[in-house]
């Protein structure tokens, strides 16, 4: 290389008009190289004895040192070389080369700018990692391995004059960087190392290449006779600050074992740390976009095809699928959105943290339409890379999304006729197929009263296929999705287990003494992707609405038989008559607590909640909104028709539910005992012979109490069941009015208007309360 001009010098960059990243060929790198540690032997000829050893000694070898470093994440940052090479192979730690010895003479006896001269061929000599005559690093710093360990003092001569002293030490820290930099750049080059810290070596290693070019350009000088300690430092200084900046960097990624994300977040703050440095600044961005393209692809495969290829374990969306696509079952629970595709938050690098849930769901759309059997083709080529100087990542991404959502919306909505399935199950599970439900139930009853452990349920499902294909449901194209289910657990129990986030709800469980009526749900089968909406724990959701509106419907439907057999007291005589006037009463305040409890659920509160959900699903543009409109749609059902573990309510339901069904069964009873008791033979028909003893039983209770003992019976029973249900009945009005009063958006208060539409239990009502605060007082005092 032809000696450069003093002009040139001065006016060259840090790298000496030579850009970080060109490509410069390796055998003119080594040979530049070559050259500079020639010229440093060239100028100690004099005291060196064997100046032909070093180029000899391999100094331009780049065999990776033996060395062992932090551990990250269960992968060593730096994995240990598996070879034993000499250490003449790696020349830039300072140690000594064998074979290579250095005589100092008394240099404190030869002119100042004899001096000079020497202590510039051991500068240079120093900057390409070697130990010089007169310069020597501290032997401690030297021995420890750790990164931060090259931020070392170098020991200078006391026989070279202070002066020249002081100007070499302002330039040795470029030796010390130099070193920290090729030991960060030879152990990052591992297959097995983190791929954003390989991408940093190699950028890295292109900077050093540059810097070579620098140390040729002074040699060229040195040789020339026109270079001093004052101009090297001159030349040296914009340099300095550059690799200072640079060793920094990756010692911190060292000792805090940074990877992926994590480094390039270091990278990219120390860019903003470094305004006001342009140079500086420009290396360390070119630095941080080489080291990003491998996190770059990673993540372009990802928002282009949905699909995950990151050995190394760096990318901030993880896949926790342990099953291959074939083993995939029919449809797959709410735990496949929510859980096997994650978010890990310390892997993502700061300038995709906005956009990191986009990310996420970006490929997990085009991973479900993947699993569809649909080919993702996107609409235009991308090119994914990172600069910290504009936001064009960010407009690919986004513009990613919006494809990905787009098909998958049309693979949902178009292909697998979501909203049609999505009204089959209003039909039957939100009792929206009036006829079918009645003819169901008229079918299944006698099997449903039967012990659930008695009930068969390949009866139940007979009768339903039956029943879809005699009312106007058989016109339903899903009408076969739907079957039925004997759950283990009341409906209570059900409630408890789905507000808990209890996941084995569904598992098998020991069966309590319930009947069929109490265990019966309709079950919803669908494949993928539909499945993904419509999971266990929406149809679960669905159920219970199911289960609490078929236990009202059934309640209603044995009150309305009641109502049916009033014919019947009419013949009896003018006395059991008037017994029978405060039972029917009773019947028809039953009567009206169920219905309007019926009426409020499915006019007041599904009703409008499905019309909300039906236009918010007329503007949906991503799948996660599909999600969170059908959920806010099955929650507030839920809330709003007292089904939510937050009140009693339920309970409370249930329980005057029970005391209607009692009261049923005991005026059918009832009536057969005045039958038998007041009508003449005619009225005896094959219903006297299907009386079980227990009848007979209830007949004769308490006869010897009175000579009008049956009817003194019938009458304080009555009686009894009035106060019982009349209490309930108020019980839930007042937890209506009390939960009614903390949400005041909630529909609760329509209910208690509906049910005391004519102020009819003000009464009892003030007077529950009252008795409730002189408790409350009674308690505080």
Not at 181 to 206: G, H, Y
Not at 257 to 267: D, P, Y
Not at 358 to 367: A, Q
Not at 755 to 769: A, G, P, R, T
Request: hydrophobic share 40%.
């Amino acid at each position: 290389m032809q000696t450069m001009r003093k002009k040139d010098m001065s006016s060259s960059t840090p790298m000496l008009a030579k850009t970080m990243f060109e490509n410069g060929t390796p055998d003119r790198v080594s040979e530049i190289k070559e050259r500079v540690v020639q010229a440093a032997c060239g100028g100690l000829s004099r005291t060196a004895q064997n100046n032909n050893s070093i180029i000899s000694a391999g100094l331009l070898s780049t065999t990776p040192i033996p060395s062992a470093m932090p551990a990250l994440g269960g992968c060593s940052l730096f994995p240990s070389s598996t070879k034993n090479n000499s250490r003449i192979d790696a020349l830039w730690d300072f140690h000594n080369i064998e074979n290579i010895q250095f005589q100092q003479s008394n240099i404190a006896a030869i002119p100042l700018s004899s001096q000079e001269n020497l202590l510039l061929y051991d500068l240079i000599y120093c900057l390409t990692g070697m130990r010089g005559s007169y310069i020597t690093p501290e032997l401690d710093a030297v021995r420890d391995g750790n990164l931060q360990a090259f931020s070392m003092k170098f020991k200078i001569s006391e026989q070279i004059h202070s002066s020249l002293r002081d100007i070499a030490q302002e330039i040795l820290p470029l030796a010390s960087h130099y070193a920290c930099i090729q030991q960060f750049i030879q152990k990052a080059t591992f297959s097995n190392c983190s791929q954003v810290l390989q991408a940093l070596s190699e950028a890295l290693n292109n900077l050093i290449h540059d810097y070579y070019l620098l140390l040729a350009q002074l040699e060229s000088e040195l040789n020339a006779g026109n270079l001093t300690l004052h101009k090297m430092l001159f030349y040296v200084r914009p340099t300095l600050n550059t690799m200072e900046v640079l060793a920094g960097a990756v010692t911190l990624i060292v000792a805090n074992e940074l990877r992926g994300g994590q480094a390039l977040t270091l990278l990219f703050n120390k860019i903003s740390a470094l305004t006001g440095d342009e140079e500086s600044q420009k290396f360390l961005i070119q630095l941080t976009q080489r080291a990003a393209m491998p996190y770059m692809n990673i993540l372009q495969l990802w928002i282009q095809k949905g699909v995950i290829n990151d050995p190394q374990q760096e990318f901030l969306v993880e896949d926790n699928e342990v099953i291959r696509r074939e083993e995939l079952p029919e449809h797959y629970s709410a735990d496949y959105w929510e859980k096997r595709y994650t978010i890990r938050r310390e892997r993502i690098p700061c300038f995709l943290d906005k956009v990191s849930d986009i990310i996420l769901r970006t490929g997990k759309y085009l991973n479900v339409i993947r699993q569809c059997g649909k080919k993702v083709t996107p609409p235009q080529t991308m090119n994914l890379q990172f600069s910290p100087t504009n936001q064009n990542h960010i407009t690919v991404i986004q513009n990613a999304y919006r494809f990905a959502s787009k098909n998958l919306l049309e693979v949902l909505l178009k292909e697998n006729d979501l909203m049609g399935h999505l009204m089959s199950v209003k039909r039957y599970l939100l009792l929206h197929q009036g006829d079918f439900i009645t003819q169901f139930m008229d079918a299944c009853e006698d099997e449903l009263a039967k012990n659930v452990d008695k009930v068969l349920p390949m009866t139940l499902e007979n009768l339903l296929g039956l029943t879809l294909r005699l009312s106007s449901a058989k016109h339903d194209p899903y009408k076969d999705d739907v079957h039925c289910e004997l759950l283990t657990y009341d409906l209570v129990t059900q409630m408890s287990k789905i507000m808990n986030n209890e996941e084995e709800y569904w598992q098998t469980h020991d069966r309590l003494d319930l009947n069929g009526l109490e265990c019966f749900a309709f079950r919803y089968e669908v494949k993928w992707p539909v499945s993904l909406v419509l999971n266990h724990i929406a149809i679960s959701k669905y159920q219970m609405l199911f289960r609490q509106l078929f236990y009202c419907k059934h309640v209603e439907r044995q009150l309305c038989k009641i109502w049916k057999e009033n014919s019947i007291a009419k013949k009896f005589s003018p006395q059991a008559a008037e017994l029978y006037r405060s039972a029917f009463t009773l019947r028809q305040r039953m009567m009206n607590a169920v219905q309007n409890l019926e009426y409020y659920m499915m006019i007041e509160v599904i009703e409008p909640n499905w019309h909300i959900f039906i236009q918010n699903m007329s503007k949906v543009e991503n799948v996660d909104e599909v999600l969170s409109f059908h959920q806010d749609f099955l929650d507030s059902c839920l809330k709003n028709c007292m089904l939510t573990d937050a009140t009693s309510l339920n309970r409370s339901i249930f329980k005057m539910c029970n005391i209607c069904l009692k009261f049923c069964e005991f005026i059918q009873k009832s009536q057969r005992f005045f039958l038998d008791a007041e009508l003449t033979s005619m009225m005896c028909d094959s219903n006297d012979e299907e009386n079980s003893e227990s009848d007979y039983e209830f007949a004769s209770h308490k006869q010897s109490e009175s000579s009008m003992a049956p009817t003194d019976t019938f009458s304080e029973r009555v009686k009894r069941f009035d106060l019982e249900f009349t209490g309930l009945l108020i019980g839930l009005l007042k937890q209506i009015n009390d939960v009614a009063s903390d949400n005041p958006s909630d529909r609760f208060i329509n209910l208690v208007h509906r049910i005391n539409f004519n102020s009819f239990y003000n009464e009892q009502m003030d007077k529950l309360c009252a008795k409730d605060s002189m408790m409350g007082h009674h308690n505080h005092q």
